[in-house]
């Protein structure tokens, strides 16, 4: 074996395991070589259990109330940096929160869901905090993709609206397309 690659003790669990799939082919022809257990009792312990005792304390809260909080924390430092354009918490939190008023004034809320089809951008960050806020989930919708592949995905979703900006100009079919780069947020407080 070549051994810059291999230690004798992988080498040595290999050669076990070829044998014991040797051993299981030997007994049964007919047997399908992915159905072969090659793992001992200890090895499937370990695989099955011990790799995956990945249970953990998870507190209570859901990212929006970490985002709140963090906003209540640190109200002045920044937010977001996105090709010169920043936004403190606090901005940020209040164009957040003017948006998110919007999308429930349209009908999104709880078990409601949101296409989000914007590029990289501050407005991407808004729209998604604002679906989140608002109550809804947000489907990403990739506004290069092929307008069927984006159709499958919104008709996969059934979204209330899908949010977009007015430089994509994206086409949703029957679903309304809001802009959050140009939508009139002015009359929805930012609290």
Avoid at 5 to 22: K, M, N, P, Q
Avoid at 37 to 63: F, H, K, M, P, Y
Avoid at 162 to 186: I, K, L, N, Q, Y
């Amino acid at each position: 074996y070549a051994t810059d690659l291999f230690d004798e003790s992988t080498i040595r669990v290999l050669s076990e395991r070829f044998l014991s799939l040797l051993g299981a082919v030997a007994v049964d022809s007919s047997v399908v070589v992915g159905d072969v257990d090659l793992l001992d009792s200890s090895e499937r312990l370990l695989v099955l259990e011990g790799w995956n005792d990945t249970a953990r304390a998870i507190a209570d809260v859901s990212l929006v109330d970490l985002f709140d909080a963090q906003v209540a924390a640190t109200p002045g430092a920044v937010a977001l940096s996105f090709e010169g354009q920043s936004l403190s918490y606090a901005e940020f939190d209040a164009r957040v929160n003017r948006f998110a008023r919007y999308l429930v004034s349209v009908g999104v809320g709880p078990e409601s869901l949101v296409g989000v089809a914007v590029r990289r951008s501050v407005d991407l960050l808004v729209a998604v905090y604002g679906v989140l806020k608002a109550g809804g989930g947000y489907v990403p919708v990739d506004p290069d993709q092929p307008a069927e592949r984006n159709g499958f995905v919104l008709a996969a979703a059934s979204p209330v609206c899908v949010v977009s900006t007015s430089d994509v100009g994206f086409d949703a079919g029957v679903v309304p397309v809001v802009e959050v780069d140009v939508v009139d947020v002015s009359g929805f407080s930012d609290a």
